[in-house]
């Protein structure tokens, strides 16, 4: 396998060093590799991690970065100061207004006093933006238990927050300061979080972390704040559990590039990423739109429509036990399939999605694979076991499922 290694990515560099990407090419070879095949070895296909290609190409895939590379450079600063300009607006400042206003209730005016039920007062605003927080909060400490990596701290804490000058209260103040219940968030959906993969064990309590020095932040913390601000310029969305489980691969992906001019700036660059994937993917997180042709619903009932076509045995034997497509299909289409595997597996399987030009159909067929590849156990499943299958999926292999995706989708 090795021996392919050295040509994969001198076929990206040469796509990549065109003054304009040829996307259709990138496409492709994000998809799935030059190397002959799709099967084990050499046939992994996928984007190298080396050289920090996979972060350009994703930037590229996810239209953060436009095809013509003498625009990257004025971009990426345009962008980067934006981002500055948001963290300024939206967590230094309501951080000084409140150690200004807020240490005791009697030097606050009446028009803007923290119990002021006016819809407008800027105290309303930030306790309703602490619900979010602590929802935000509560999830962005649980990403990834199995790794170290969310627990440590970052190489490039955010100097605009961490500046020793300031007394204002950042996030993680808010949350420690803050006595208000996160029941009052009901913002979790069926399935996000049912029956957790035994991959995820979380640590019994949240104390086990151990707190950083100060002017340290772990990596959790920058995709909490990642987080707070997409909820704070999205208010028709907000935040929804599961988000998180969006954010981390990419947040993971930029924070270890190899290259340190890209990596420092993988908090603003993966705030953009987000941003551009959950405008494909938002209608997935909307409630209101889930019997819609663009919300969840319809994207599940695709997933045993597709499968009726392909293994017409299979889709009875479900139909006949009444296993719904909700029961597993919605965390796996709503979150991407990153519950299901480690965390490597993840970032394989959205290289080939990322690079799918009809957005995400790809998805239903690596969703179909899925239940191709243990339809043996299926089928001579009961209920219970069958329901137990899906929710813990017991194949690992996920360039097993792609390939199969991948016959599925040639066999149309």
Same mark, same amino acid.
Not at 7 to 16: K, M, N, P, S
């Given at each position: 396998?090795r021996?392919?290694?050295?040509?994969?990515?001198?076929d990206?560099?040469? !796509?990549?060093?065109?003054?304009?990407?040829? =996307?259709t090419?990138l496409?492709?070879?994000c998809?799935r590799?030059?190397?002959?095949g799709?099967?084990?070895?050499?046939g992994h296909?996928?984007?190298p991690?080396?050289?920090?290609?996979?972060?350009l190409c994703?930037?590229i895939l996810?239209?953060?970065l436009?095809l013509?590379? *003498?625009?990257?450079?004025s =971009?990426?600063?345009?962008?980067?100061?934006? /981002?500055?300009?948001?963290?300024?607006e939206?967590i230094?400042q309501?951080?000084? %207004?409140?150690?200004? #206003?807020?240490v005791?209730?009697?030097?606050?005016?009446?028009?803007?006093?923290?119990?002021?039920?006016?819809p407008?007062?800027r105290?309303?605003?930030y306790?309703k933006?602490?619900?979010?927080?602590l929802?935000?909060?509560?999830d962005?400490?649980?990403?990834?238990? &199995?790794m170290?990596f969310?627990?440590?701290?970052t190489?490039?804490?955010?100097?605009l927050?961490l500046?020793p000058?300031n007394e204002f209260?950042?996030?993680r103040?808010r949350v420690?300061?803050?006595?208000l219940? @996160?029941?009052t968030v009901?913002?979790?959906?069926s399935?996000?979080?049912? !029956?957790s993969?035994?991959l995820?064990?979380t640590?019994?309590s949240?104390?086990e /972390?151990?707190?950083l020095p100060?002017?340290?932040?772990?990596?959790?913390?920058?995709?909490?704040r990642i987080l707070?601000?997409?909820?704070k310029?999205?208010?028709g969305?907000?935040?929804?559990?599961g988000?998180?489980?969006i954010v981390?691969p990419? /947040? /993971?992906?930029?924070a270890t590039d190899p290259?340190?001019e890209?990596?420092?700036h993988a908090?603003a660059?993966?705030?953009?990423?987000?941003?551009?994937l959950? *405008?494909?993917?938002r209608?997935?997180?909307?409630?209101?739109?889930? &019997?819609?042709q663009c919300g969840i619903?319809?994207?599940?009932e695709k997933?045993y429509?597709t499968?009726?076509?392909k293994?017409v045995?299979?889709?009875?034997?479900l139909q006949e036990?009444?296993i719904?497509?909700q029961?597993?299909a919605f965390?796996?289409l709503?979150? =991407?399939?990153?519950?299901e595997?480690?965390?490597?597996?993840v970032i394989?399987?959205?290289d @080939?999605l990322f690079?799918?030009?009809?957005?995400?159909?790809?998805?239903l067929?690596?969703?179909? %694979?899925?239940?191709?590849?243990?339809?043996?156990?299926?089928?001579?499943?009961?209920?219970?076991?069958?329901m137990? =299958? #899906?929710? &813990?999926y017991p194949i690992?292999?996920?360039h097993l499922i792609?390939k199969? %995706?991948?016959e599925?989708?040639d @066999?149309?």
């Amino acid at each position: 396998a090795r021996g392919f290694a050295p040509l994969r990515i001198a076929d990206f560099q040469e !796509v990549l060093g065109e003054p304009t990407v040829a =996307l259709t090419k990138l496409r492709e070879l994000c998809f799935r590799g030059p190397a002959p095949g799709w099967g084990g070895g050499s046939g992994h296909g996928g984007i190298p991690f080396d050289g920090g290609l996979r972060c350009l190409c994703w930037k590229i895939l996810l239209n953060y970065l436009p095809l013509e590379k *003498a625009l990257w450079s004025s =971009l990426l600063k345009k962008q980067r100061d934006l /981002y500055s300009q948001f963290l300024k607006e939206m967590i230094i400042q309501p951080g000084i %207004a409140k150690a200004n #206003l807020g240490v005791s209730r009697e030097d606050v005016t009446l028009e803007d006093h923290p119990l002021n039920p006016n819809p407008d007062s800027r105290w309303n605003t930030y306790f309703k933006d602490n619900e979010v927080l602590l929802q935000i909060d509560k999830d962005v400490r649980r990403l990834y238990p &199995d790794m170290a990596f969310f627990q440590r701290p970052t190489d490039y804490p955010c100097l605009l927050i961490l500046d020793p000058q300031n007394e204002f209260e950042t996030l993680r103040r808010r949350v420690e300061q803050t006595t208000l219940k @996160s029941q009052t968030v009901a913002r979790n959906r069926s399935g996000v979080t049912n !029956v957790s993969s035994p991959l995820k064990t979380t640590p019994s309590s949240l104390s086990e /972390y151990e707190v950083l020095p100060n002017g340290c932040e772990a990596h959790w913390e920058v995709v909490e704040r990642i987080l707070f601000i997409y909820a704070k310029l999205n208010p028709g969305i907000a935040y929804v559990q599961g988000m998180n489980e969006i954010v981390g691969p990419l /947040y /993971y992906t930029f924070a270890t590039d190899p290259n340190s001019e890209w990596k420092e700036h993988a908090e603003a660059d993966t705030f953009f990423c987000f941003t551009n994937l959950m *405008a494909e993917i938002r209608d997935n997180f909307i409630k209101s739109l889930d &019997d819609s042709q663009c919300g969840i619903t319809y994207k599940m009932e695709k997933v045993y429509s597709t499968l009726k076509e392909k293994d017409v045995e299979l889709y009875l034997k479900l139909q006949e036990q009444n296993i719904k497509p909700q029961f597993f299909a919605f965390r796996w289409l709503t979150l =991407l399939l990153s519950q299901e595997f480690l965390l490597p597996d993840v970032i394989r399987i959205w290289d @080939s999605l990322f690079a799918d030009d009809k957005r995400f159909d790809f998805l239903l067929l690596v969703c179909c %694979a899925m239940l191709t590849l243990i339809r043996d156990q299926l089928l001579e499943g009961d209920f219970t076991l069958n329901m137990r =299958l #899906l929710q &813990d999926y017991p194949i690992s292999d996920v360039h097993l499922i792609l390939k199969k %995706a991948k016959e599925l989708q040639d @066999s149309k």
